[in-house]
C-alpha cells in the first residue's frame, strides 16, 4: 500500500510541470523487481503492475503502460476468473491506455466489458460505473460514434453528481471532457454552463490554481468564443494563461 500510494504521488508532480527523470527511474527498477522479488504473491504482482501501469500513464509512456496493465489482466484473470471486479479494473485501465494511442475498436470493446461487470457487481449508481462510463465515452467519441458517446457521458455525469461521497476534482475532470466533446458538436450553450459548474468545482480545489481549473477556464473561453462573445471570453482565457505560468 505504501509503494502503491508513492507511486500515484506521480501524477499531481508531473501535471504542475516538475522534472519526473528521477521518478522514471524508480518505477523502471520497481516493475524490474515486481516479478522477480514477489513470486508467489501474485496479487500484490498483479496490484502493483496495476499501479505501475497507471503511473507509466501519467509520465506518458504508453507502451510500458500498455504492457503493464496487460500483464496485470493476465494474471488477475488467471487468478480470478472472468468477471471480477479487479479483472474490470484492469479492463478499464488497459482501454484507458489504448484510447490514447490510439486501438480505438479494442479500447471501445474492453470498455463495455468492464461496464457489463462493474453493473452486474455494483448495480447502476456507483464511482467504477460512473468511471466505466466515461472510459466508454471516450473509446466511443474518438471512434466518432457521437450520439453514443454523449449518451454514455450523460450517464456518468448523472452517477458522478449523485454520489454522496463524490470528488470534487474527479467531476470537474469529467465536466471538461464532457465540456470538449459539446463543443465539439457545437452544442456551445450547454458547454458554456457546464463549463461554469466544472470553474465553480475547480475554486473550491486545495489553492485555488490547479491544472484541472486552468483546463475548465480554457473550456468555458471556448464556449462563450463560440457563441460570438470574445469580450466575455478573453478574461478567462488571461486568468487560465495566468495560472498556468504560475504552476
Not at 67 to 85: M, S
Not at 98 to 127: C, M, V, W, Y
Request: hydrophobic content about 40%; proline content about 4%.
Amino acid at each position: 500500500q505504501f509503494l502503491g500510494d508513492m507511486l500515484q504521488s506521480v501524477g499531481p508532480s508531473v501535471a504542475l510541470g516538475r522534472d519526473a527523470t528521477m521518478l522514471r527511474e524508480i518505477l523502471d527498477k520497481t516493475a524490474e523487481r515486481v516479478s522477480n522479488d514477489l513470486k508467489g504473491q501474485p496479487e500484490v504482482q498483479a496490484e502493483l503492475l496495476s499501479t505501475i501501469g497507471i503511473t507509466y500513464l501519467e509520465l506518458g509512456d504508453w507502451p510500458k503502460a500498455e504492457a503493464a496493465h496487460r500483464e496485470a489482466l493476465r494474471r488477475r484473470k488467471g487468478l480470478f476468473g472472468e468477471t471480477n471486479e479487479f479483472v474490470a479494473s484492469s479492463l478499464y485501465n488497459l482501454g484507458s491506455v489504448l484510447s490514447l494511442k490510439p486501438d480505438f475498436a479494442e479500447a471501445e470493446s474492453l470498455q463495455r466489458t468492464a461496464l457489463t461487470i462493474r453493473q452486474n457487481l455494483f448495480g447502476d449508481n456507483h464511482p467504477d460505473v460512473a468511471d466505466s462510463f466515461a472510459g466508454l465515452a471516450h473509446a466511443l467519441n474518438d471512434r466518432g460514434k457521437m450520439a453514443e458517446a454523449e449518451a454514455a457521458y450523460r450517464e456518468a455525469l448523472r452517477i458522478k453528481r449523485a454520489l454522496p461521497d463524490r470528488r470534487d476534482q474527479d467531476l470537474a475532470d469529467l465536466l471538461n471532457e464532457f465540456v470538449t466533446h459539446l463543443v465539439t458538436k457545437r452544442n456551445f450553450a450547454e458547454a458554456e454552463s457546464l463549463s461554469r459548474e466544472a470553474v465553480a468545482l475547480g475554486r473550491k480545489l486545495p489553492g485555488n490554481g490547479n491544472p484541472t481549473l486552468a483546463t475548465s477556464l480554457l473550456r468555458l473561453a471556448w464556449a462563450l468564443e463560440d457563441q460570438g462573445r470574445p469580450a466575455e471570453a478573453e478574461p478567462f482565457c488571461r486568468e487560465a494563461v495566468a495560472m498556468r505560468r504560475k504552476l
